[in-house]
Structure formats: structure tokens, C-alpha cells
């Protein structure tokens, strides 16, 4: 299970009448992750909150559904195995203004949600984010700003967790991960031989 699914897991979900209550009349969501496990927890999650959800495991099949049925609500992972998750978003505002898109996000693409900010997306959270924090940021009003964690990640475990995502891009290759993070071998070998800090 990835650190992502079992975040969702660990997520309660809320009481479906009182979350549907608040969704509108047409609580379609469609989610875009292409991290199959944490796509079908969130899935489970956010249909316990009310919402008639929608999958697609690629921009493609992503941008197939939202010309298809444009969304009330989106769930788009950035980095995505076929390409980037702007063209998804993009696909939806051609089709519907005002469909609320949050966007999913690695440490390392914070320049690229910004973007999708400015193309529409109502907010953008870290992964891994649980339902919880993406059910808030999909129902939050305008001018609305979510809470800040009570215990946010600490420096350290930021820094851990972009390792590990760039160690698992270049297939656990311990010289190239080194060679991208621009850090000597033996000092990436000795971060990852240690426990995740807190």
C-alpha cells in the first residue's frame, strides 16, 4: 500500500446525508490519479461523502470523461504516466466554468500547481493528502482558507518524502536518483538506509 492509500484509509469519513446536503444537486466528481490503490481509496471515501464519482487512471481517459461529462467537482493528480493533469483541467474549463478543481501535487511541483491555480483549479494540496482535507477543499467557499494542520510536516519529513518520489521515479536507481537530487551517493545511501523522521 502506498503512503497515499493508507493516508485515505486512515481518513473517517463523514456522515454521507450531511455531506451530500452541501454538494449541490449534482454532486458528479471526477478523480484523476494514476496511483490505481490511492484512486480507488479516495473513490470509496469520497462516495461515503456523497459524491456520484467518476475515475480515470491517465490524462487521456481524463480528458475523454470530462468532454464526456464535464464535472461538478475534479480531483486531478498533476504527474500523471501520459502527461500532466494542466490538460485535463483544461479540458473541463472548455466545457464548464465552474466546476471546483483541486489539484494533487509532489513537493517538487509546486511551480506547476500554481499554474493550475491560475488555469482554474480552486486550491492545490501536497500528497499525500487525505479525504478529509480534499473534501474541505472542494466544498470551501470563496475566500475560504483551509486550516493549517495541526502538526504539519516537520523540514525534515518534506525533504524525506521528495527523496523517496524521486528514488521511486528513477526506478529505486540509487545513482541516477543521486545524480537528479545533485547529492553524492553515499550521503543518499545513508538517507535512505534511515527511518522516515517525523
Known sequence: MTDAASTIAKATPQSPQNAASDLGPNPTLLIVDDDAPFLRRLARAMEGRGFAVELAGSVAEGIAKAKEAPPSYAVVD???????????????RERRSDTRIVVLTGYGNIATAVTAVK???????????????????????????????????????VRWEHIQRVYESCERNVSETARRLNMHRRTLQRILAKRAPK
Open 78 to 92: 498533476l504527474r500523471l504516466g501520459d502527461g500532466t493533469g494542466l490538460d485535463v483541467i483544461e479540458a473541463i
Open 119 to 157: 488555469l482554474g483549479a480552486l486550491d492545490y494540496l501536497a500528497k499525500p493528502a487525505d479525504a478529509d482535507d480534499i473534501f474541505l477543499a472542494l466544498t470551501q467557499r470563496p475566500g475560504e482558507k483551509a486550516e493549517i494542520p495541526e502538526n504539519p510536516m516537520s523540514a525534515d519529513r
